[in-house]
């Protein structure tokens, strides 16, 4: 009879361990549960005017940059994060990643000189069908060109992601295949003119789906990006959540933002 109960409770254990309100829950968090706010910006201009959720002053920015040194926070590389033998001490007390989409060229001319300024360190997501050796303008807009990437890269303080080959949403295109395919072509266009990268990846317009996330592991990305409003607990193997930075607001509104959200969406329930 003992060795019935014994059955039975093996039974039942399994059941529990296999149950989908379990297992929904259960990823492993890629960044080895280190909380890290991802804040991320686009274009920086001179021009007040020109300001949008999308678009940030200069002198907007190096504010956001002093009240975050002023906050204790230290800027780190994703790479940082998810290292899984990271050395005790390794990940400072309140770190932060600064992250530009779409590679414009006002990063390098605008961006760039306040992060070496402050001695900051940030990634820069570029959309490989738009970026060339030179600067170049496309659909009114200007992207960085592999030379000033590639000095960025040097500096040790910038390091270069992936947004894309094209700027389409992957929800967009006709298959697994094209996904798979437009994936490793960008990455082995930016190991031809940067070198080998560890692949960190920002989704084109934000959108996804749990079935990109599992294509996109499986074809080699260290780490995905996706807004930190769109994050559930059974992503954290695979992604990361991040929060724009408004040119309408302030670094602290973003910090506010995303911490909340995280609280809500990510963790376990």
């Given amino acids: 009879m003992k060795n019935l109960r014994n059955i039975f409770a093996i039974i039942i254990a399994l059941i529990i361990s296999a149950s989908p309100f379990t297992s929904s829950y259960?990823?492993?968090?890629?960044?080895?549960?280190?909380?890290?706010?991802?804040?991320?910006?686009?274009?920086?201009?001179?021009?007040?005017?020109?300001?949008?959720d999308w678009t940030v002053t200069a002198e907007r920015f190096e504010s956001d940059i002093k009240t975050l040194l002023d906050k204790g926070y230290t800027p780190i590389f994703s790479s940082d994060l998810i290292e899984k033998d990271k050395v005790i001490?390794?990940?400072?007390e309140k770190p932060v990643i600064i992250q530009f989409d779409d590679g414009y060229s006002s990063v390098y001319d605008l961006?760039?000189?306040?992060?070496?300024?402050?001695n900051v360190k940030a990634e820069i997501y570029i959309i490989t069908d738009y970026t060339f050796e030179k600067p170049t303008e496309n659909s009114g807009n200007m992207f960085l060109g592999w030379s000033q990437l590639s000095e960025m890269e040097k500096s040790g303080l910038i390091k270069i992601g992936l947004h894309g080959k094209s700027?389409?949403?992957?929800?967009?295109l006709?298959?697994?295949?094209?996904?798979?395919?437009?994936?490793n072509?960008?990455?082995?266009?930016?190991?031809?003119?940067?070198?080998?990268?560890?692949?960190?990846y920002v989704y084109p317009r934000g959108e996804f789906t749990k079935h990109t996330l599992d294509?996109?592991?499986?074809?080699?990305?260290?780490?995905q990006f996706v807004w930190i409003w769109d994050m559930v607990p059974s992503y954290m193997d695979k992604a990361i959540g991040r929060v724009n930075v408004s040119g309408k607001s302030d670094v602290l509104k973003a910090l506010d933002t995303y911490e909340y959200l995280y609280n809500l969406n990510c963790k376990n329930k």
Avoid: M
Avoid at 111 to 118: G, N, R, S, T, V
Avoid at 167 to 172: G, K, R
């Fill in 111 to 118: 961006a760039f000189p306040i992060l070496k300024k402050y």
């Fill in 174 to 183: 006709k298959s697994d295949d094209i996904l798979k395919n437009d994936f």
């Fill in 26 to 52: 259960a990823a492993a968090d890629i960044s080895g549960d280190i909380y890290c706010p991802v804040l991320t910006y686009h274009r920086i201009t001179t021009d007040q005017s020109q300001v949008t």
């Fill in 167 to 172: 700027h389409i949403p992957v929800t967009d």
């Fill in 215 to 223: 294509i996109l592991n499986k074809n080699g990305a260290a780490v």
């Fill in 89 to 92: 001490g390794s990940i400072p």
């Fill in 185 to 200: 072509s960008a990455w082995d266009t930016i190991s031809t003119h940067l070198g080998t990268h560890e692949r960190c």
